[in-house]
């Protein structure tokens, strides 16, 4: 069994993470974003003049193998940007690996190059 980290070290963790986040280092293109996923812990930001809270949540759950997100938390930055963290909701998530979600017309891409088992593999989904 995978060990989890108590509900109070996440929630440090991702407030940590959105700090860090302050700065925003993310693309300001409002179609295009990107998130980390480390041992179950989401991180990263969006232009909120293209995608929505709800919107960015669903997506990360193509960053965990049971598709769900919990503790999800937002924060503004100074530029305009929007930093977020989350968790997997449950353990048996991919070690970790970097998200890239791209609107093309009217379907959200999100692909992933994540490690699983040792391997590196590249994950891909439409929404």
């Known amino acids: 069994m995978k060990p989890t980290l108590p509900r109070a070290a996440v929630a440090a963790t ?8 302050e ?11 990107t998130f ?6 989401l991180s990263g930001s969006y232009n909120p003049a293209g995608f929505t809270a709800e919107q960015v949540r669903l997506y990360l ?15 503004a930055t100074g530029n ?3 930093a977020f963290g ?5 353990s048996g998530n991919f070690a970790g690996g970097t998200y890239e979600v791209e609107r093309i017309d009217d379907t959200v891409l999100v692909q992933g190059t ?3 088992n ?10």
């Open 14 to 21: 991702i407030a940590l993470l959105l700090a860090a986040c």
């Open 114 to 116: 994540v490690t699983e």
């Open 23 to 33: 700065g925003g280092t993310g693309t300001q293109d409002p179609d295009f974003f």
């Open 86 to 90: 989350g968790t997997c909701t449950t």
């Open 118 to 127: 040792g391997q590196v593999i590249y994950t891909m989904e439409n929404f």
């Open 80 to 82: 305009g940007m929007v």
């Open 61 to 75: 759950s193509a960053g965990c193998s049971t598709r769900g997100v919990s503790d999800y938390a937002e924060s």
């Open 36 to 41: 980390r996923q480390t041992n179950g812990v």
